[in-house]
């Protein structure tokens, strides 16, 4: 019944602040063997060996910095086979130009590993990612994981709502972060919904769900799971930010039929890019290791990063009535910068 997330926010310096890991337990690592079909006993000690120590460069439960105002709120839905912190880079860099972000991690069978506490002491049960079952049609698999994401998300806002009316929200993981700190400093009418890949058609799908999210930003979303009937009642503007060797014309045809109905969806694609180029795998698996899994364009990370969160800055400041310079960033959203284009170039998809 609860909900797992980790929560990116604007807080004060610290000297010396504790930096988390970025694979926060090992049985994550035995998760991504799994959903890479791999080998658990012989993958997830290489994977724990290789990045194991690897940690986010944020300050761990750093002194919130209040804002009167109120920061508006991202909820990010992460992709199959990932899990909450995997987002870290695209996370923390909008956190520092002020929103307040929960990412995700999802209780559908899709996250690698996941788990949640039960009432009694506090005793976790872990959740394995689920392949889709032997005889039955994928659709209708991940047809019900998407509604139950898009669900999730929606109760994160609800999360939001009874910290921002003081209500005492019960914390079962052993944590030093009070988050009645958060009261009055979040803005709820400016509420955003994001996310990568089956995390990005979530956030499409979240906007169907909840009238208070106004906009979403879907990175390389994968449109698939997304029943037909649906496109005509997804009511707000969508920035689909899509990489240039993941899409199909299939998935592209998908986006159009959104932004021919509302003029505001805006589809862009960033050149040199991979699927992965949007999560911190770009980061972290080093030059070597990024050619092998392909998680690495020819574009740098540091600039496709750069790209995906000015664009994204740029789409809110727009659709959240936000009072910054984001605005500086609108070529972005018709496609004319340096390594995006306008909606999609057809090329080789890697699905």
């Avoid at 914390?171 to 996310?195: P, Y």
């Avoid at 299939?250 to 039929?257: G, H, L, N, P, V």
């Amino acid at each position: 019944q609860g909900l797992f997330l980790r929560l990116f926010y604007p807080c004060e310096p610290q000297a010396g602040a504790e930096r988390p890991l970025w694979i926060p337990r090992y049985e994550y690592c035995g998760g991504l063997a799994d959903f890479a079909q791999r080998s658990r006993s012989c993958c997830a000690p290489l994977l724990s060996l290789a990045l194991g120590s690897g940690r986010v460069p944020v300050s761990w439960n750093g002194p919130f910095k209040p804002c009167s105002s109120g920061y508006p709120l991202i909820i990010f839905s992460h992709g199959l086979g990932a899990f909450r912190t995997l987002y870290s880079s695209v996370c923390s860099e909008m956190a520092s130009w002020g929103f307040v972000v929960a990412a995700l991690e999802h209780r559908d069978h899709s996250a690698s590993a996941t788990y949640f506490c039960t009432e009694e002491a506090g005793r976790e049960e872990w959740i394995p990612y689920q392949p889709v079952p032997q005889g039955q049609k994928e659709f209708y698999f991940r047809k019900k994981q998407v509604h139950q994401r898009a669900e999730e998300c929606v109760r994160a806002l609800r999360l939001f709502e009874d910290i921002s009316v003081g209500k005492s929200v019960p914390n079962v993981l052993h944590q030093d972060f009070d988050l009645s700190v958060l009261k009055g400093s979040v803005d709820l009418t400016k509420a955003a919904v994001m996310g990568h890949s089956f995390g990005g058609v979530t956030a499409v799908l979240a906007l169907v769900k909840e009238p208070s999210f106004r906009c979403a930003v879907a990175l390389d979303a994968w449109m698939f799971p997304l029943e037909n009937a649906l496109y005509p009642e997804v009511p707000k503007p969508v920035l689909f930010i899509n990489t240039e060797k993941f899409q199909t014309p299939e998935s592209i045809a998908k986006m159009k039929r959104l932004s021919s109905r509302n003029s505001q969806t805006k589809i862009i694609t960033v050149l040199g890019s991979v699927h992965q180029s949007q999560t911190d795998f770009a980061f972290l698996t080093g030059k070597l290791m990024s050619r092998i899994f392909g998680a690495r364009g020819t574009l740098d990370p540091y600039k496709c990063l750069d790209i995906t969160s000015r664009a994204a800055l740029a789409f809110l400041q727009r659709h959240l009535d936000l009072g910054k310079e984001f605005d500086q960033w609108d070529n972005l959203l018709e496609g004319i910068g340096d390594s995006v284009v306008p909606e999609a170039p057809f090329c080789r998809s890697n699905l």
